[in-house]
């Protein structure tokens, strides 16, 4: 089973949590061009296995609401969480790799990368001075590893959030709802520098779990498709300072370009 979560605050600050609360249920029954991205998104999963969405209506602070994100995927019993924003979907394929990425019970964390918000930077940190080798997926995908990403779209296998949840013990705090939750993604400073609430996540990764990013597919982030085999010709996250002596670099990618489809374009059915 698949846990997908979604915040649709800037969805509630327009039509109140109740208001698009009804909006995004109308949506998952009748999917269409027209559906916010997540939703396209959420139909996609739907096709690859059970799945159900933990929606966010109000949490502002993102950093909670994603730590709240990763307790409800606990909690719900799912062997993935798969992480997506409101304006951020892609193509069928790139959505299936995702998920075999994180597939089987070694520990494994995979970014579908896309383009930050108006900006020409992808949101992965990823190393590319060297060779490594590509890990081919079941139905044709790529991955290598990366350092870590934005959380824009990101799968999470029960694995790995035990193994982080484990190490991350010391981050328990008392909910608004009087329940004890892990505040995995609480940002950091560090040296200097202020980590956002997904880097801080990548950060606080414990050995032994395997971090990688996609690169064949598609994303697109507010409209900004990015082709994923364009990988080594994009800018990518400044990670310089990051401390991650146990994760291995990313290496240089040798991929070929392919023309990119548009993932509003596919289509889907809940």
Not at 142 to 163: K, Y
């Amino acid at each position: 089973m698949i846990c997908v979560s979604v915040s649709f605050y800037a969805l509630a600050k327009q039509h109140g949590a109740e208001g698009a609360r009804k909006l995004v249920l109308d949506q998952l029954n009748a999917t269409d061009a027209e559906s916010l991205p997540a939703i396209r998104t959420v139909a996609m999963l739907r096709e690859l296995q059970d799945c159900r969405m933990w929606p966010d209506f109000g949490g502002a602070a993102v950093g909670k609401m994603r730590s709240r994100a990763a307790h409800a995927a606990w909690t719900s019993g799912a062997d993935t969480w798969v992480s997506c924003d409101d304006d951020v979907e892609a193509t069928g394929e790139t959505v299936r790799a995702l998920v075999e990425a994180v597939s089987g019970d070694d520990p494994a964390v995979c970014i579908a990368p896309c383009l930050l918000r108006e900006a020409d930077v992808v949101n992965v940190g990823v190393e590319l001075d060297a060779a490594i080798p590509v890990r081919m997926l079941p139905s044709g995908g790529q991955a290598v590893a990366c350092l870590g990403g934005g959380f824009g779209l990101v799968a999470v296998n029960r694995a790995a959030l035990e193994r982080i949840r484990e190490a991350q013990k010391h981050l328990a705090f008392v909910d608004d709802d009087g329940e004890e939750k892990l505040a995995l993604f609480v940002e950091e400073i560090a040296d200097g520098r202020w980590w956002g609430e997904d880097l801080s996540f990548f950060k606080r990764m414990p050995p032994g779990v395997r971090v990688e990013c996609l690169i064949q597919g598609a994303t697109a982030h507010e409209g900004q498709i990015l082709d994923l085999s364009s990988l080594p010709d994009q800018k990518h996250l400044d990670l310089s300072g990051w401390r991650a002596a146990t994760r291995p670099a990313a290496e240089r990618i040798e991929v070929t370009a392919t023309p990119v489809p548009d993932p509003a374009a596919e289509g889907s059915n809940p």
